[in-house]
């Protein structure tokens, strides 16, 4: 398991607040990581936050996913169809 304070410190830095994610579920994400053998000093932050506010459903979350990822989703999108037909799908 995480040290309590040590998730408390990771999640003031990750600011998951932003989307509604309680500091549990946060820790649970950090346990996760650190489980598949994941140093915690080199996990995303602000990326795990995302990621548990989109997984919770906040809406917030995922617009900011979105805006986030668009380009890269439409770069994906565009390679597999340069016809530009994914990149329907992509949206």
């Known amino acids: 398991p995480i040290d ?17 994610v309680p500091l549990e579920r946060f820790a649970e994400a950090l346990e996760r990581a650190s489980e598949r053998g994941a140093p915690l000093d080199t996990v995303h932050l602000e990326d795990l936050a995302l990621a548990c506010g989109c997984a919770a459903g906040d809406e917030q979350a995922w617009e900011q996913f979105v805006r986030e990822q668009r380009p890269t989703l439409y770069r994906a999108a565009d390679a597999l169809d340069p016809g530009g037909g994914a990149r329907e799908l992509a949206d």
């Open 4 to 20: 309590a304070a040590l998730a408390e410190r990771l999640y003031r830095k990750a600011h998951p607040e932003r989307w509604r």
